[in-house]
């Protein structure tokens, strides 16, 4: 499957922003999907994740009441809705998807995701 984001850009504290991660070569619903983010001189950090079925999500604690992920079987893509931006929040962010994990179930571990996008960039400016 091949994964391709968009919807990165630079908006100020406070401010909301709405990531998509569309796939070809593979439907979504096969897989479970996850948004992940790096900054500069830090290591990659899971966001959210979303099982194949989409009826279970999981969010990292700091993202919890921020940010939001879904998945739209129909248009496969999954989505990554993130309000109340901070500095904190500026990196590049990357969708996965692996098909390691039966229904219900996500992960939170770059090892365990097998195929990735290329990333989008958000800057959230102070």
């Known amino acids: 499957v091949q994964l391709v984001e968009s919807g990165g850009g630079l908006v100020r504290a406070g401010g909301s922003l709405r990531l998509s991660c569309a796939a070809s070569g593979g439907t979504v619903s096969s897989y479970t999907m996850g948004w992940f983010r790096h900054a500069p001189g830090k290591e990659r950090e899971f966001v959210a994740a979303?099982?194949?079925?989409?009826?279970?999500?999981y969010h990292a604690d700091s993202m919890k009441g921020r940010f939001t992920i879904s998945k739209d079987n129909a248009k496969n893509m999954v989505s990554l809705q993130m309000d109340s931006l901070k500095p904190d929040d500026t990196a590049v962010y990357s969708c996965?998807?692996?098909?390691?994990?039966?229904?219900?179930?996500?992960?939170?571990?770059?090892?365990?995701?097998?195929?990735w996008g290329q990333g989008t960039q958000v800057t959230v400016s102070s």
């Open positions: 979303v099982d194949s079925s989409g009826g279970a999500t």
């Open positions: 996965a998807a692996s098909m390691r994990f039966p229904i219900h179930t996500v992960g939170i571990q770059t090892s365990e995701y097998d195929y």
